[in-house]
């Protein structure tokens, strides 16, 4: 690509792209979920309650983060999610959640 670049000449625009694409002989279909944060609610075995600002599909899986110290995930199902009005009267989803796995001492509870 040719741009003028004021002085009456042109420069050539060397390719931005480092790397060749990589494609997909068939589309996959996925979701990309950024971090944000819940409120735990209820927290007993290996079933999780927590307030969450965005809502969830049930059957979808989710991961759980504690940064406090080193950083700890638990792997969630979610098995309900339905709105509710919280204290403060923002709208917020209670999301039940299925604790799958744990990278702490197997049972999914934080170590207090």
């Known amino acids: 690509m040719a741009l003028a670049n004021g002085r009456g000449t042109t420069t050539t625009m060397t390719s931005r792209?480092?790397?060749?694409?990589?494609?997909?002989n068939e589309p996959l279909d996925g979701t990309l979920r950024v971090r944000e944060e819940v409120a735990i609610e209820r927290w007993s075995g290996t079933e999780i309650v927590?307030?969450?600002?965005?809502?969830?599909?049930?059957?979808?899986?989710?991961?759980?983060?504690?940064?406090d110290g080193s950083p700890r995930h638990v792997a969630v199902t979610v098995e309900e999610s339905?709105?509710?009005?919280?204290?403060?009267?923002?709208?917020?989803?209670r999301l039940?959640?299925?604790?799958?796995s744990s990278d702490g001492n197997g049972n999914g509870r934080r170590n207090s």
């Open 17 to 24: 792209r480092k790397h060749s694409r990589y494609l997909l």
């Open 50 to 67: 927590v307030l969450s600002a965005a809502p969830s599909r049930v059957a979808e899986t989710l991961t759980l983060e504690f940064p």
């Open 82 to 93: 339905r709105p509710v009005v919280a204290a403060d009267g923002s709208l917020r989803h």
């Open 96 to 100: 039940r959640l299925q604790v799958t």
